[in-house]
């Protein structure tokens, strides 16, 4: 039976997302990564945190079956209720469908649109979570 564990070692995580996402190093990045059988298979990593929104990153290794509840309430509990953010951001190549899709499967809605600003000369897109929209954790 395979074993999923949660973790919280920054340092690998980043290792680990940057290989599916171009994101670059900042002080004070948190992360958490999901193992599953010692294997990572996901991180989410955090910046940016300025007391109202955190800036989140979440990176996958393609067809794995990752996306657990456990993970997922962790991975927006760290934000909403151990930073006290009212509401988490991330931007997404606007060419990127599928992250764009997985963006908003989970609940993000799309806030605004940086034309031009894409690594491919198209757009990116903004998306948000307000805490009292998430799904994850109690808003309350």
Known sequence: MSEWTIISNPARVF????????????????????EKDG?????????GFNGVNAWMHVGATPGKRW???????AAFV???VQLGCKRVSGYVEASNMVARE????????????????????????L???RKEDCPYVDSK
Do not use: N, W
Not at 18 to 32: N, R
């Open 127 to 129: 998306y948000v979570m």
């Open 67 to 73: 996306m657990t509840k456990t993970f997922l309430r």
């Open 102 to 125: 997985f963006d908003e499967h989970l609940g993000f809605k799309q806030e605004a649109v940086l034309q031009g600003a894409a690594s491919d000369g198209g757009d990116v897109i």
């Open 39 to 47: 294997e990572l298979v996901a991180g989410v990593l955090y910046e």
């Open 78 to 80: 760290y934000p909403f």
């Open 15 to 34: 290792g680990f997302v940057q290989q599916h996402v171009p994101i670059y190093a900042t002080g004070g990045m948190q992360g958490l990564g999901l």
